[in-house]
């Protein structure tokens, strides 16, 4: 089985060109870029190839430029699956709420139900894993069709516990950032009230805000147990509002054990 090294080699082989070539266009693009860590000289080009060293960023950048390669799948080549990023850090609990900056760009792909059973009726409560008769994996670039333009996500911190129960610690949730003017009145019950997702200085955070002339005072759930946070209007971001959410249930259980 071919390594990584060895892969490169094929490419530039079939490519055909000779150890020098790449010297000199590794060259042309350090120019460019005003920094010679994009050149890869004759002989560390012939150990990456034939002794499994790894190449640093900035040659691998100048490989795949040269080669015409996806960045990305030589990545995966030396082991690297960037698709995975959002999985890997989705498994690092981090105790302050914050956004999520991943970005598709057309990499990566997602499982999804591509055929359902064509007797489902989604105006009732399903178990629909039962229901979903085929998976598949779509290219995340095939999602822009969607309208997400308008759209953003973060996650809750593991010890933020500002809106619980209504919202869980570890939640994702769906940030709309068309919606950042902040009203005051206009709801009848909790759940029609709306969350803000805001940045201050020391991070982020989220809740049920008010707007009394230059303060903002951030309200949490009643039973969160948490105070209200008042914060200078100009002192802070409103990002956007919450309009969804995805979350386990139950995850005061945790906090009850500490307790």
Request: charged content about 25%; hydrophobic content about 40%; proline content about 4%.
């Amino acid at each position: 089985m071919e390594d990584a090294g060895q892969k490169l080699r094929r490419v530039r082989e079939r490519l055909r060109l000779t150890y020098r070539d790449v010297e000199d266009a590794s060259k042309i693009i350090a120019q460019r870029h005003d920094n010679d860590e994009f050149n890869v000289v004759v002989s560390r080009l012939f150990v990456i190839e034939n002794t499994g060293t790894l190449p640093t960023i900035y040659r691998l950048y100048s490989l795949c430029a040269i080669y015409r390669l996806d960045v990305y799948e030589v990545l995966e080549w030396y082991g690297v699956d960037v698709g995975q990023m959002p999985a890997d850090a989705a498994a690092v609990a981090l105790e302050h709420s914050h956004l999520i900056n991943f970005s598709a760009n057309g990499i990566g792909e997602i499982q999804i139900p591509i055929s359902l059973d064509p007797g489902i009726d989604l105006r009732k409560t399903t178990y629909l894993s039962r229901m979903i008769q085929r998976w598949g994996k779509l290219p995340l670039s095939l999602l822009n069709s969607l309208d997400l333009k308008n759209h953003r996500y973060a996650y809750i911190g593991s010890e933020d516990w500002s809106m619980y129960p209504l919202i869980q610690p570890g939640a994702l949730v769906l940030l709309d950032e068309t919606r950042r003017k902040i009203s005051n009145t206009g709801w009848s019950n909790e759940f029609d009230r709306p969350i803000y997702f805001l940045e201050h200085r020391q991070g982020y955070a989220y809740g049920w805000c008010t707007l009394r002339d230059d303060q903002l005072v951030m309200q949490p759930h009643p039973g969160s147990r948490c105070e209200a946070v008042v914060f200078s209007y100009g002192a802070i971001d409103v990002i956007g509002q919450v309009m969804g959410v995805a979350m386990l249930l139950n995850q005061g259980s945790r906090r009850r054990a500490r307790a």
